[in-house]
């Protein structure tokens, strides 16, 4: 008799911890679905005057699987006006505080949201690579004579535009409008 209201005390109990469990998943969902208004999927709202909000993560390359870094030319076709133009890249980098942790930059908006820019490097025109988890380069849509704009970093030196000729491949972030 004690044993059979043991296991039915434990049954219940077990049935009441699921169900606490279900409701937590369901709120928590519940909040999710509440929270769809400032939720922008894989980009992120960083607070920037121009509204721009910038993709959580890089793009993978399944033509380079070792890095998935692009030439410019790639990532233009690719991606078109979802790349970022040298006046956004800019803005990113005159309105956020960027931080080198030792693999990459932090970028954290006006507004305390951030995303995260990893040093993947660069893949030079010869085929090369450079500066593997302490550099990188991260094309930009705006052409510049022979080159391409790029948002650039090398280690704890700070993040800059500069330009570089297209047939060198590194990382993409795309971007949108709210």
């Known amino acids: 008799m004690v044993k ?5 005390i434990l049954t219940l109990t077990v049935i009441a911890l699921l169900g606490i469990g279900t409701f937590s998943c369901q709120k928590e969902e519940d909040k999710q679905k509440k929270d769809n208004k400032t939720n922008y999927g894989d980009y992120v709202d960083l607070g920037l005057p121009s509204g721009t909000l910038w993709k959580s993560k890089n793009e993978l390359n399944p033509k380079d699987t070792a890095y998935n870094l692009y030439t410019f030319d790639e990532a233009v076709a690719a991606f078109g006006d979802k790349v970022p ?3 956004q890249m800019n803005e990113l980098i005159k309105q956020c505080t960027c931080t080198w942790d030792g693999n990459g930059y932090n970028v954290v908006g006006p507004n305390g949201n951030s995303i995260y820019l990893p040093g ?3 893949r030079y ?7 593997m988890g302490k550099e990188g380069l991260y094309w ?8 391409g704009y790029y948002l650039y970093f090398l280690a704890n030196t700070g993040v800059y535009i500069h330009s570089h000729n297209t047939c060198n491949a590194g990382s993409i972030r795309l971007v949108k409008k709210k």
Do not use: F, R
């Open 4 to 8: 059979s209201s043991l296991k039915t």
């Open 85 to 87: 133009t040298q006046e």
């Open 120 to 122: 993947v490097g660069i």
């Open 125 to 131: 025109c010869d085929g090369t690579y450079g500066a």
């Open 140 to 147: 930009s849509s705006t052409k510049y004579l022979g080159g």
